[in-house]
């Protein structure tokens, strides 16, 4: 496989490459050059299965969600005519989790991240202080992949 990658890596360096939450497959790499990386795969990758997968909206009983990248930065929630700073546990394409205790679901707010345009959201989920908000417009991937490296950059 060949992919575009936002960090450097080494030949010959082992690589687990997750297609979904649940589908993954373990490789390594054996080129890499200009953002791009060659992998070869221990075994074979069914790749019918996990295209057909993308188009589900359930895997089993499971929402069928995008994968999610751990992330430990602080974001401000605009709700109405109040501000509120929380903290962003993980991220991905159509959404983060955010520690607060504040939302009901189904309210409707807005999210500045560091570095990023504001993005209106709509709350998922609330449960034990925590909250799923869900992007109305997801991320694009390149721009929340150059968006957690940089966070991850700065954390190090």
């Not at 359930?58 to 974001?75: F, M, T």
């Not at 500045?112 to 694009?140: H, Y």
Request: contains cysteine; proline residues 3%; glycine residues 8%.
């Amino acid at each position: 496989m060949m992919g575009q990658v936002y960090a450097q890596f080494a030949s010959e360096q082992a690589i687990t490459v997750h297609f979904n939450p649940d589908t993954f497959a373990t490789g390594r790499i054996v080129w890499s050059r200009d953002q791009r990386i060659g992998v070869e795969f221990d075994s074979e990758v069914d790749v019918d299965a996990i295209l057909s997968a993308f188009g589900k909206q359930y895997e089993g009983k499971k929402l069928n969600r995008a994968p999610r990248l751990q992330i430990d930065c602080s974001g401000e929630l605009l709700i109405l005519d109040k501000s509120v700073t929380v903290n962003v546990q993980d991220i991905s394409q159509r959404g983060v989790k955010v520690a607060t205790s504040i939302l009901s679901p189904g309210e409707e707010v807005t999210i500045r991240l560091p570095d990023m345009k504001q993005k209106k959201a709509i709350v998922r989920w609330v449960q034990e202080g925590t909250c799923g908000l869900n992007f109305l417009v997801p991320l694009g991937f390149e721009e929340l992949a150059r968006w957690v490296i940089e966070r991850q950059s700065l954390a190090a």
